[in-house]
């Protein structure tokens, strides 16, 4: 009788919540009862709410059980769990699971499907795919695949991957390098990680195909300090790689070289910033730099490079290997194929959800989010991290694209999605937004670095109702300063989620009843 496979995910957000003990417990009942069982540590699929989510591999295909806890591994085995039986905790077929059912899976395609370190799943579920045809390839003719398809940066600036790319493939430069941004460090965003710690070949596969084309034999991955599990899985990944062939001096048996390296993060939110990134790096304090020149142009150590973040690389082998007019054909306007949107806060089904672009934020929080766990109407969505704007329920409709978001003063940024019940004061949201780009500035321009702090005195007048009226247009001119006059995007966004909070939330700040009183 061959063992059955039972998968336990080894993501971070399960193992914070038991999954080592559920996959412990799970072995240890099932040699007691004499069962032949094969523990599988594969990724999560992303349905947070639910993990511990155990899978049982059947002739049926695999079936979900969560969130499973140790306590429960005895009930679930006598209820016959290993032949896929029912149980309070069962969701039946993963795959007809609504939440997944209902996504465009591209880049997430293999997540919670393999053992993320398993070089032979890598490759059964298509993987290097991509990295094979690019071989083939001149690297001009890579970098028109990648422009052909639309793909924009995932990182949140969303600009074309491929102008990039053409950028620094005809920048003279006797080396040239592949930086990956891993500094996943905005509120609600997990993606990055999942797809270090869950998928971390289908990361090197881009940065290869990158290097490919752009003629560069060099990378490194620039990984968030608080991510200590995603560093240690990109650099086993990375010599198992390496091992096999597709990093190292011959990139399968030709005559392409492409080494890779990780970095951790200085734990500093401004080095999410390219050239702060890049200065950190280099081994100094993470300022940013002056543009231009470009980095695409004098970038690490002076010379052309590439910067995209995880999920821009991450989305490279599978253009590469369908085609650009198959991803293009994802998505709406010029907002092309899927973004991994990640669903937090006060929210009832937590987790990750990649669909086309054009999808609205009312379908990903009742549709796939199920509405606020506090059970409370939802006010406000921060959409794009801390410096995204807050998005209102009279623009839900509106479809998620980059174009269509900048027409309401929002951004899609890398797809993170904070939401606040109607319990949330949207005056001491603003005012954090003003308080976290005070703390986390570099301090090099005057309008972050001064701006933040004032900001924080203007806001704090107005919630104790000193000189209100004049206070409010101070505020408005201090955030107008801070979007012209800032270096980079740390100061120049920081006005989206107070101008947000400010125009559609006024009755927070005491502005409805300054109007009446006008009146």
């Not at 240890?28 to 947070?48: C, E, H, P, W």
């Not at 290993?82 to 149980?87: T, W």
């Amino acid at each position: 009788m061959s063992a059955i496979k039972v998968f336990v995910p080894r993501d971070s957000a399960a193992l914070a919540v038991g999954a080592d003990e559920v996959a412990a417990e799970v072995e240890k009942q099932a040699k007691s009862r004499g069962l032949a069982v094969q523990i599988v540590r594969n990724s999560s699929r992303g349905l947070f709410w639910l993990e511990t989510l155990l899978e049982v591999e059947t002739s049926r295909g695999r079936v979900a059980y969560g969130p499973v806890e140790k306590e429960d591994v005895s009930s679930l085995l006598d209820a016959g769990m290993l032949k896929g039986e029912a149980h309070p905790l069962c969701h039946g077929i993963t795959e007809k699971i609504p939440y997944l059912a209902k996504q465009e899976r591209l880049t997430f395609a293999r997540m919670g499907v393999t053992d993320p370190l398993s070089l032979v799943d890598y490759e059964a579920h298509s993987g290097w795919a991509g990295l094979k045809r690019a071989l083939s390839m001149e690297g001009a003719a890579i970098v028109q695949e990648v422009t052909d398809a639309g793909l924009r940066g995932r990182g949140g600036a969303a600009f074309p991957a491929g102008i990039k790319w053409r950028t620094v493939l005809n920048a003279p430069g006797h080396s040239k390098y592949i930086v990956c941004n891993a500094d996943e460090g905005d509120s609600g965003t997990f993606s990055d990680r999942m797809t270090m710690e869950g998928d971390p070949f289908m990361l090197i596969e881009g940065m290869v195909i990158a290097g490919l084309a752009v003629g560069a034999d060099e990378g490194y991955i620039y990984i968030r300090s608080e991510y200590p599990r995603a560093v240690a899985v990109m650099n086993e990944a990375i010599q198992l790689a390496t091992k096999a062939g597709y990093l190292g001096p011959s990139i399968c048996g030709t005559s392409h070289a492409f080494t890779l390296t990780v970095r951790k993060a200085a734990g500093s939110y401004v080095c999410g910033e390219e050239t702060a990134l890049l200065e950190s790096l280099e081994g100094k304090r993470g300022i940013v730099r002056a543009k231009p020149p470009l980095p695409a142009v004098e970038g690490l150590f002076g010379l052309p490079t590439v910067i995209n973040n995880v999920i821009t690389l991450a989305t490279v082998p599978l253009i590469l290997a369908k085609g650009a007019s198959f991803y293009r054909d994802f998505g709406v306007g010029r907002s092309h194929g899927t973004l991994p949107f990640q669903i937090a806060g006060n929210i009832k089904q937590g987790g990750l959800v990649e669909k086309a672009f054009g999808v609205t934020l009312r379908e990903l929080l009742y549709d796939f989010g199920g509405g606020s766990r506090s059970a409370r109407p939802i006010k406000a969505v921060q959409v794009g991290g801390p410096l995204g704007a807050y998005v209102p329920e009279s623009q839900w409709d509106v479809p998620l694209d980059y174009e269509a978001y900048a027409a309401i003063g929002a951004v899609v940024g890398h797809g993170g999605l904070v939401v606040h019940d109607d319990t949330a004061d949207m005056s001491q949201l603003a005012r954090y937004a003003m308080e976290f780009c005070a703390l986390e500035s570099c301090g090099k321009c005057t309008p972050c670095r001064i701006g933040s702090t004032r900001g924080v005195e203007v806001i704090d007048r107005i919630t104790s109702n000193q000189n209100k009226e004049q206070q409010v247009h101070l505020l408005r001119d201090l955030c107008s300063t801070m979007l012209s006059g800032s270096l980079c995007a740390m100061g120049g966004m920081t006005p989206y989620p107070v101008l947000s909070a400010l125009n559609h939330y006024p009755q927070d700040f005491g502005i409805q009843a300054l109007e009446q009183e006008k009146s």
